[in-house]
T-cell receptor, first 116, second 114 residues
Framework: AQKITQTQPGMFVQEKEAVTLDCTYD???????LFWYKQPSSGEMIFLIY??????QNATEGRYSLNFQKARKSANLVISASQLGDSAMYFC?????????????FGKGTKLSVKP | DGGITQSPKYLFRKEGQNVTLSCEQN?????MYWYRQDPGQGLRLIYY???????QKGDIAEGYSVSREKKESFPLTVTSAQKNPTAFYLC?????????????FGQGTRLTVV
Protein backbone atom coordinates (compact mmCIF):
# COMPACT_ATOMS: atom_id res chain seq x y z
CA ALA A 1 0.00 0.00 0.00
CA GLN A 2 1.17 3.52 -0.71
CA LYS A 3 2.47 5.34 2.29
CA ILE A 4 2.13 8.80 0.76
CA THR A 5 -0.78 9.65 -1.52
CA GLN A 6 -1.04 12.81 -3.56
CA THR A 7 -4.34 12.65 -5.44
CA GLN A 8 -3.88 15.72 -7.65
CA PRO A 9 -1.60 15.00 -10.61
CA GLY A 10 -1.96 18.61 -11.76
CA MET A 11 -3.32 21.87 -10.40
CA PHE A 12 -3.83 25.34 -11.83
CA VAL A 13 -3.94 28.52 -9.80
CA GLN A 14 -4.23 32.18 -10.73
CA GLU A 15 -1.31 34.38 -9.78
CA LYS A 16 -1.74 35.99 -6.33
CA GLU A 17 -4.35 33.44 -5.24
CA ALA A 18 -3.87 30.73 -2.61
CA VAL A 19 -3.70 27.03 -3.48
CA THR A 20 -3.85 23.83 -1.43
CA LEU A 21 -1.97 20.70 -2.45
CA ASP A 22 -3.28 17.53 -0.87
CA CYS A 23 -1.26 14.83 0.87
CA THR A 24 -2.42 11.86 2.92
CA TYR A 25 -0.11 9.40 4.60
CA ASP A 26 -0.24 5.97 6.13
CA UNK A 27 1.83 4.91 9.11
CA UNK A 28 1.42 2.97 12.32
CA UNK A 29 4.33 4.79 13.96
CA UNK A 30 3.56 7.42 16.59
CA UNK A 31 6.72 9.33 15.70
CA UNK A 32 7.14 10.60 12.18
CA UNK A 33 7.98 13.69 10.22
CA LEU A 34 6.26 15.14 7.17
CA PHE A 35 8.04 17.18 4.52
CA TRP A 36 7.19 19.09 1.40
CA TYR A 37 9.65 19.58 -1.44
CA LYS A 38 9.48 21.67 -4.62
CA GLN A 39 11.04 20.44 -7.84
CA PRO A 40 11.38 23.10 -10.58
CA SER A 41 11.96 22.05 -14.17
CA SER A 42 15.71 22.17 -13.54
CA GLY A 43 15.35 19.04 -11.42
CA GLU A 44 16.75 19.85 -8.01
CA MET A 45 14.60 19.16 -4.95
CA ILE A 46 14.10 22.17 -2.69
CA PHE A 47 12.98 21.65 0.91
CA LEU A 48 9.98 23.83 1.81
CA ILE A 49 8.50 22.90 5.15
CA TYR A 50 8.49 20.28 7.92
CA UNK A 51 5.85 19.07 10.39
CA UNK A 52 6.56 16.66 13.24
CA UNK A 53 3.91 14.23 14.42
CA UNK A 54 4.01 15.70 17.92
CA UNK A 55 3.86 19.32 16.82
CA UNK A 56 0.59 20.86 17.93
CA GLN A 57 0.88 23.97 15.79
CA ASN A 58 0.74 23.88 12.02
CA ALA A 59 4.13 24.65 10.49
CA THR A 60 4.60 27.88 8.54
CA GLU A 61 7.50 29.13 6.43
CA GLY A 62 6.86 32.41 4.70
CA ARG A 63 4.12 31.86 2.09
CA TYR A 64 4.03 28.13 2.84
CA SER A 65 1.95 26.56 5.58
CA LEU A 66 1.15 22.97 6.36
CA ASN A 67 -2.42 22.08 7.30
CA PHE A 68 -1.77 19.10 9.58
CA GLN A 69 -4.77 16.98 10.52
CA LYS A 70 -3.35 14.05 12.45
CA ALA A 71 -6.58 12.12 12.94
CA ARG A 72 -7.25 12.22 9.21
CA LYS A 73 -3.58 11.55 8.41
CA SER A 74 -3.40 14.50 6.11
CA ALA A 75 -0.66 17.09 5.64
CA ASN A 76 -1.78 19.52 2.97
CA LEU A 77 0.50 22.28 1.73
CA VAL A 78 -1.00 25.74 1.41
CA ILE A 79 0.76 28.30 -0.76
CA SER A 80 -0.53 31.82 -0.29
CA ALA A 81 -0.27 34.61 -2.85
CA SER A 82 0.96 32.34 -5.67
CA GLN A 83 3.76 33.60 -7.88
CA LEU A 84 4.75 32.56 -11.38
CA GLY A 85 7.93 31.08 -9.91
CA ASP A 86 5.84 28.65 -7.87
CA SER A 87 5.13 26.64 -11.03
CA ALA A 88 6.82 23.31 -10.32
CA MET A 89 6.30 19.76 -9.11
CA TYR A 90 5.54 19.46 -5.41
CA PHE A 91 6.26 16.31 -3.43
CA CYS A 92 5.01 15.29 -0.02
CA UNK A 93 7.33 12.98 1.93
CA UNK A 94 7.46 11.20 5.27
CA UNK A 95 10.13 9.89 7.58
CA UNK A 96 9.03 7.33 10.14
CA UNK A 97 10.77 7.24 13.47
CA UNK A 98 10.68 3.51 14.01
CA UNK A 99 12.36 0.45 12.57
CA UNK A 100 12.31 1.61 8.95
CA UNK A 101 15.49 3.55 9.66
CA UNK A 102 13.92 6.86 8.92
CA UNK A 103 14.18 6.89 5.15
CA UNK A 104 12.26 9.55 3.26
CA UNK A 105 9.27 8.10 1.41
CA PHE A 106 7.82 10.26 -1.36
CA GLY A 107 4.44 10.61 -2.98
CA LYS A 108 4.08 10.83 -6.76
CA GLY A 109 3.82 14.58 -6.77
CA THR A 110 1.49 17.35 -7.94
CA LYS A 111 2.35 19.58 -10.86
CA LEU A 112 1.36 23.15 -10.05
CA SER A 113 0.94 25.68 -12.82
CA VAL A 114 0.49 29.35 -11.92
CA LYS A 115 -1.36 31.40 -14.51
CA PRO A 116 -0.65 35.11 -14.99
CA ASP B 1 29.22 27.17 -0.37
CA GLY B 2 28.09 23.94 1.22
CA GLY B 3 26.06 21.56 -0.83
CA ILE B 4 25.79 18.39 -2.83
CA THR B 5 27.41 18.03 -6.22
CA GLN B 6 26.33 15.40 -8.70
CA SER B 7 28.16 14.73 -11.91
CA PRO B 8 27.73 14.47 -14.75
CA LYS B 9 24.46 16.26 -15.37
CA TYR B 10 23.74 14.14 -18.45
CA LEU B 11 25.06 10.63 -19.08
CA PHE B 12 24.59 8.28 -21.99
CA ARG B 13 25.13 4.57 -21.64
CA LYS B 14 25.34 1.87 -24.23
CA GLU B 15 23.59 -1.41 -23.67
CA GLY B 16 25.68 -3.73 -21.50
CA GLN B 17 27.89 -1.02 -20.02
CA ASN B 18 28.37 -0.12 -16.40
CA VAL B 19 28.35 3.57 -15.56
CA THR B 20 29.13 5.41 -12.33
CA LEU B 21 27.33 8.50 -11.09
CA SER B 22 29.25 10.75 -8.76
CA CYS B 23 27.85 12.35 -5.59
CA GLU B 24 29.95 14.54 -3.28
CA GLN B 25 28.81 16.56 -0.27
CA ASN B 26 30.63 19.08 1.90
CA UNK B 27 27.88 19.43 4.49
CA UNK B 28 29.52 17.00 6.92
CA UNK B 29 26.39 14.86 6.81
CA UNK B 30 26.49 11.29 8.01
CA UNK B 31 23.58 9.94 5.94
CA MET B 32 23.51 9.80 2.14
CA TYR B 33 20.92 8.45 -0.28
CA TRP B 34 20.35 7.64 -3.93
CA TYR B 35 16.92 8.00 -5.47
CA ARG B 36 15.57 7.21 -8.92
CA GLN B 37 12.82 9.30 -10.51
CA ASP B 38 10.81 8.20 -13.55
CA PRO B 39 8.34 10.46 -15.40
CA GLY B 40 5.11 10.89 -13.46
CA GLN B 41 6.53 9.06 -10.50
CA GLY B 42 7.82 10.06 -7.13
CA LEU B 43 11.30 9.30 -5.93
CA ARG B 44 12.19 5.70 -5.18
CA LEU B 45 15.05 4.79 -2.88
CA ILE B 46 17.89 2.77 -4.39
CA TYR B 47 20.51 2.69 -1.61
CA TYR B 48 21.28 4.59 1.55
CA UNK B 49 24.21 4.90 3.89
CA UNK B 50 24.14 6.04 7.49
CA UNK B 51 27.88 5.97 8.05
CA UNK B 52 31.16 5.42 6.25
CA UNK B 53 31.77 1.83 5.10
CA UNK B 54 28.14 0.88 5.63
CA UNK B 55 25.21 0.99 3.24
CA GLN B 56 21.81 -0.65 2.89
CA LYS B 57 19.54 -1.57 0.01
CA GLY B 58 16.47 0.51 -0.60
CA ASP B 59 13.33 -0.47 -2.44
CA ILE B 60 14.84 -0.87 -5.92
CA ALA B 61 18.49 -1.87 -5.41
CA GLU B 62 18.64 -4.61 -8.07
CA GLY B 63 21.09 -3.72 -10.83
CA TYR B 64 22.80 -1.01 -8.79
CA SER B 65 25.81 -0.90 -6.49
CA VAL B 66 27.31 1.74 -4.21
CA SER B 67 30.32 2.37 -2.00
CA ARG B 68 30.93 4.71 0.95
CA GLU B 69 34.67 4.86 1.49
CA LYS B 70 34.63 8.51 2.50
CA LYS B 71 32.07 10.53 4.39
CA GLU B 72 31.85 13.03 1.55
CA SER B 73 31.33 10.62 -1.31
CA PHE B 74 28.63 8.11 -2.26
CA PRO B 75 29.01 7.00 -5.90
CA LEU B 76 26.34 4.92 -7.59
CA THR B 77 27.15 2.36 -10.27
CA VAL B 78 24.42 1.38 -12.67
CA THR B 79 25.36 -2.09 -13.84
CA SER B 80 24.42 -3.95 -17.00
CA ALA B 81 22.05 -5.99 -14.85
CA GLN B 82 19.76 -2.97 -14.57
CA LYS B 83 17.37 -3.61 -17.45
CA ASN B 84 15.74 -0.20 -17.60
CA PRO B 85 18.26 2.36 -16.38
CA THR B 86 16.98 5.41 -18.26
CA ALA B 87 15.85 7.76 -15.49
CA PHE B 88 16.71 10.84 -13.45
CA TYR B 89 18.95 10.03 -10.48
CA LEU B 90 19.07 12.19 -7.38
CA CYS B 91 21.59 12.03 -4.58
CA UNK B 92 20.74 13.42 -1.15
CA UNK B 93 22.23 13.76 2.29
CA UNK B 94 21.01 14.52 5.79
CA UNK B 95 22.86 15.27 8.99
CA UNK B 96 21.65 11.96 10.37
CA UNK B 97 18.68 9.66 9.85
CA UNK B 98 16.24 11.19 12.31
CA UNK B 99 12.57 11.77 11.64
CA UNK B 100 12.96 15.54 11.85
CA UNK B 101 15.92 15.97 9.53
CA UNK B 102 15.37 17.22 6.04
CA UNK B 103 17.38 15.84 3.17
CA UNK B 104 19.38 18.10 0.89
CA PHE B 105 19.53 17.14 -2.76
CA GLY B 106 21.96 17.50 -5.61
CA GLN B 107 21.03 18.75 -9.07
CA GLY B 108 20.55 15.24 -10.42
CA THR B 109 21.98 13.16 -13.25
CA ARG B 110 19.85 12.25 -16.24
CA LEU B 111 20.91 8.84 -17.55
CA THR B 112 19.87 7.68 -21.00
CA VAL B 113 20.54 4.32 -22.60
CA VAL B 114 21.42 4.62 -26.28
Amino acid sequence: AQKITQTQPGMFVQEKEAVTLDCTYDTSDQSYGLFWYKQPSSGEMIFLIYQGSYDEQNATEGRYSLNFQKARKSANLVISASQLGDSAMYFCAMREGGGSQGNLIFGKGTKLSVKP
Amino acid sequence: DGGITQSPKYLFRKEGQNVTLSCEQNLNHDAMYWYRQDPGQGLRLIYYSQIVNDFQKGDIAEGYSVSREKKESFPLTVTSAQKNPTAFYLCASSIYQGMNTEAFFGQGTRLTVV
